[in-house]
């Protein structure tokens, strides 16, 4: 069975530190990828997402992050974070069959001004 | 971005009660949309998909009589909570799926907070 794995619980950086966020996934097949951010009372709003093409996916309020299929990662970055980036990160993933997606547990980003 | 709406963001009941929660895709067609429930500090877990115009779809463990799908439309769904018992508390989101340039994304609606008394 598909699974998505976020090593990273609970992060907390001061500004302008950078931020790396892990996920890991479990499916042989050919995935989508995508990354989800929920800002406090709000909604899940799509970050960036992978398809196909370039490993290297540039996202909204300069998010990125890496496809490595060798090591089933899909790593979100910022390199240099702000306050407002405060937030719930969502990372997902959806088999190109079935295009469910499967979420991982989530990691709560908390930005020191 | 594609935007989603759920109605209403929050409600209270009484057990036994029926609750329905609508979604809708407000500027795009979604043929096909997807419930969710979010436990505290947990992450979503799918519940079941809507597909216009067919019976929904519902993952393993989650009962088709307790919690009915209606998509009625290419622009709402609907999930509507039969006698809700307080173990039915939750947040409940939907997702409508956008297709384009041959990749699909799910947008998700804002949520619904659901408290059983």
């Known amino acids: 069975a598909q699974s998505v794995s976020q090593h990273n619980h609970h992060v907390i950086l001061s500004e302008a530190a950078s931020l790396e966020l892990g996920c890991n996934y479990s499916y042989g097949g050919t995935v989508n990828l995508f990354w989800y951010v929920q800002y406090p009372g709000q909604h899940l709003q799509l970050l960036l997402k992978y398809f196909s093409g370039d490993p290297l996916v540039k996202g909204i309020k300069g998010f990125e992050a890496e496809f490595i299929k060798s090591k089933f990662s899909f790593n979100l970055r910022k390199p240099s974070v702000q306050w407002s980036d405060t937030a719930e990160y969502f990372c997902a993933v959806s088999s190109s069959g079935t295009y469910k997606y499967i979420f991982g547990t989530g990691t709560r980003l908390k930005v020191l001004a | 971005g594609a935007v989603v709406s759920q109605h209403p963001s929050w409600v209270i009941c009484k057990s036994g009660t029926s609750v329905k929660i609508e979604c809708r895709s407000l500027d795009f067609q979604a043929t096909t949309m997807f419930w969710y429930r979010q436990f505290p500090k947990q992450s979503l877990m799918l519940m079941a998909t809507s597909n216009e115009g067919s019976k929904a779809t519902y993952e393993q463990g989650v009962e088709k009589d307790k919690f009915l799908i209606n998509h009625a439309s290419l622009t709402l769904s609907t999930l509507t909570v039969t006698s809700a018992h307080p173990e039915d508390s939750s947040f409940y989101i939907c997702?409508?799926?956008?297709?384009?340039?041959?990749?699909?994304?799910?947008?998700f609606g804002p949520g619904t907070r659901l408290l059983v008394l």
């Open positions: 997702s409508a799926r956008q297709w384009g340039a041959l990749q699909e994304t799910q947008y």
